[in-house]
């Protein structure tokens, strides 16, 4: 029996990508296992938007090479978005000669073969540019998926992304926007819904772009609502949409659909318009904070989430200002933040007007703090309210479900409560959590 270790990094769609590989390696025999030490074959599915992650894996694999002396059968990959860029790619064959298996993000189908030729001692290296398809037909439909979870899964509706934001390397490791056809998204979450799982999140790096590149034309919103009649399912999510695609009849869904949850991932980026134009993103500040007050208006209650970057080139003080602004006029229920990473092969990573290191940790550092001081208000103001929570887990002293909101909540019940819905009176809030009774 073989064991296979899988390192994940990333996004949603690497998390669900290494469902796929993790579907195929079980297919093929392989075991699964959390112990690097007994591996024999060792696959790290990389990220490459920020730089941060990057640096990891140089450190992990460099230190898997006394693994690979001991035993030299040993097979160790890298695939994701990292092999998706060429240099990088070319630093990883130089930098790790103990790599024996590269593949990219349109390669996972291969992995059965790409195994094999490396099993015999050949330095497999198969990246392609785009996806393959021939005549509409997916070969990501028919591989085999290994869901982490029983109750809640991620399925892919809409792949790559064109959008070329200035500062983001998706565009280049993703390829093109592809939609898969509504019916092919309908027969997998109604398999779904027959197989017990009560959640899906709909998966895309620009879901409310879904379908503009299909011939047939069809739309993000009557996807929702044609899922939304699928019996058995009780909550749909989607992640990420962009603010320039959030059209009327997506807020109009959000509002009417029952099963579509309240909660929406709306990444701003900046709070200023000048270096909103700078990235790439479409819209202004002004319909930015219209958009928000508009999904508010027709959701009452809805959270809104966002993601913030610091540091763009360019960004004065002012800039920076507006940022922290509109981060206080919208009171996102939280936010990811991020310090600028310049990424070789984007427009922005070229710019002269770099901001240094110091400034940037200096931003982040007050974004940080407002934002936390925000999220806690929020929180709190949950107190006393009612929620519908879908019971995900155990936790030391109890059980923990999630809102329709997307909010961990913290309760004691019987743990034969798992993968139903319940209503609990939120007791206790902290910034993080929140405690809750059954009622
Ligand atoms: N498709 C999604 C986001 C994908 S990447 C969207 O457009 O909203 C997730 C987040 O990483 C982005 O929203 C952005 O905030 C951040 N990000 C992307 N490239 C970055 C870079 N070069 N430096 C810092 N943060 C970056
Ligand atoms: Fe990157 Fe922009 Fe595409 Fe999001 S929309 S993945 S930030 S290029
Ligand atoms: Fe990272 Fe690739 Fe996702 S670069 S954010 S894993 S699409």
Redesign the pocket.
Known sequence: MKRFYLKTMG?QMNDHDSEVITGILLSLGYQRTEAVEDADLILYNTCC???NPERKVYGHISAFRRLKEENPELIIGICGCMPQQKEERQQILKKLPHVDLVFGTHNIHRLPELLDRAASGERVVEVWDEAQYEEGEDFRDSLPVQRSDGLKAFVNIIYG?T?F?T????PYTRGKEHSRTPEKIKEEVLGLAAEGYKEVTLL???VNAYGKDLRESASFSSLLADLNGIDGLARIRF????PRDMGLDLIEALASLDKVCEHL???V?SGSTRLLKRMN?GYTREYYLDLVEKVRKAVPGISIT????V??PGETEEDFQDTLDLVREVGFDSA????????EG?P??RWPEQIPEEIKKERIYQLIELQNSISDAQMRRLVGTRQELLVEGRSKDGLVGRTRTNRQVHFAGPAALYGSLVTVEITEASTWSLQGRII
């Open positions: 996004c938007v920020r730089e992304c959008n934001c500062y983001c390397i998706v895309g790096q620009n992640t990420t949409s962009h991932h709306l990444p980026q993103r966002t993601d913030l970057i540091g763009f990811f933040t991020f310090i600028y990473s310049p990424r984007t922005a990573a």
